[in-house]
């Protein structure tokens, strides 16, 4: 099975914060993506990578980088946390120009 | 228009019904579809994946592709409560598009 684990569950933060979110995926899949969740919007596609220490825009990155150093690794920062940032982030992976599998999301809040 | 619409619901029915759901997408380019099954605070898990036209079954669930109306629905056969979720619709072809995501309820 694949599993796609992300470091936090919950997490609340202040305003100005750096926060670190971190995904981990255990089948060597080429892809993962970054997409943030909110009611009415849907899945909104924030970051991907390809490959290792590549990464591409997704539909909305205005405030948040990320970084894949290691294969199974992606994280997504952001680097000035602020309160229309709370939300559910969640980390998908895939092997290449395959359907994407999720993991358990972060429902970030932020003060 | 987006490129994926998607009715948010919410749909509500009895145990034992038939779930029909369904999405529709602008890009005649795609050529995978998916659905996935997201209960309250989780993440979305894949529940079906068909290419190109046409239908595939599995167990209670049915999806059917119609690419000429560009249109792609989920059944859900015997709708039982532990089916109460939020169903996304994905499709892709270099790009993956998602819906919004239909919450639907079933009661005992």
């Known amino acids: 099975d694949v599993k796609v684990t992300q470091s936090s569950r919950y997490l609340v933060k202040r305003t100005g914060e750096k926060v670190f979110l971190e995904c981990v995926q255990d089948m060597d899949h080429e892809n993962m993506f970054w997409y943030r969740q909110d009611p009415g919007l849907g899945l909104r596609l924030i970051y991907f990578?390809?490959?290792?220490?590549?990464?591409e825009k997704g539909d909305i990155p205005e405030g948040y980088s990320v970084s894949r150093e290691k294969k199974e690794r992606f994280s997504l920062i952001l680097e000035s946390a602020s309160t229309n940032q709370t939300s559910m982030y969640l980390c998908a992976s895939s092997p290449a120009r395959d359907t994407q599998y999720f993991g358990p999301g972060t429902r970030l809040t932020v003060l | 228009q987006k490129e994926v619409e998607q009715d948010p619901g919410p749909l509500s029915v009895p145990e034992g019904a038939i779930v029909s759901l369904n999405c529709t997408y602008s890009n005649s380019a795609f050529q995978y579809f998916m659905w996935y099954r997201q209960y309250s605070r989780k993440g979305p898990e894949l529940l079906m994946y068909?290419?190109?036209?046409g239908n595939k079954e599995d167990g209670r669930f049915t999806a059917q592709v119609d690419k000429s109306s560009k249109y792609i629905s989920l059944f859900i056969r015997d709708s039982q409560p532990s089916d109460s979720a939020t169903y996304l619709c994905?499709?892709?072809?270099?790009?993956?598009?998602f819906g919004a995501g239909t919450r639907l309820t079933v009661k005992p």
């Open positions: 068909t290419y190109s036209s």
């Open positions: 990578s390809y490959d290792v220490k590549m990464k």
């Open positions: 994905a499709m892709r072809n270099n790009d993956m598009r």
